[in-house]
């Protein structure tokens, strides 16, 4: 459990390493598809190291990203968008989205 304010709040982890990655609060979506099934996007995540930039197309239009990795073991954990190339999908520049089968909850 992660504290702000004095208050616990709930957290997603590295099922590999158990670093911290994202609040629950942080949460926008669950919605997601990636490469092991589903995945999760969170506005803000911690402990994650970038990869380099590079345009990949994906199903709803080409995107500028960068794949993410754990801080303390180097999984691959999923990918920051960094610029959406169409303005309707705007929205999504700067969102994380971890897959869901390399995290786990901490209530």
Known sequence: MVEFD????PFYSCRNCLNPL??????????????SGKGYMFAQAMNVVLGRREDRKMLTGVYTIANIYCGKC???????????HEFKQK?????????????????
């Not at 004095?6 to 709040?9: E, I, K, L, N, Q």
């Not at 994202?22 to 490469?35: F, N, T």
Request: net charge neutral; no cysteine; hydrophobic share 40%.
């Open 91 to 107: 929205f999504k520049e700067g969102s994380f989205i971890i897959e869901k089968l390399k995290m786990i909850k901490v209530h």
């Open 74 to 84: 180097g999984e691959e954990l999923g990918w920051q968008y960094l610029q959406a």
């Open 22 to 35: 994202a609040l629950h609060d942080d949460l926008i979506s669950k919605s997601y598809l990636v490469k």
């Open 6 to 9: 004095g208050h616990p709040h």
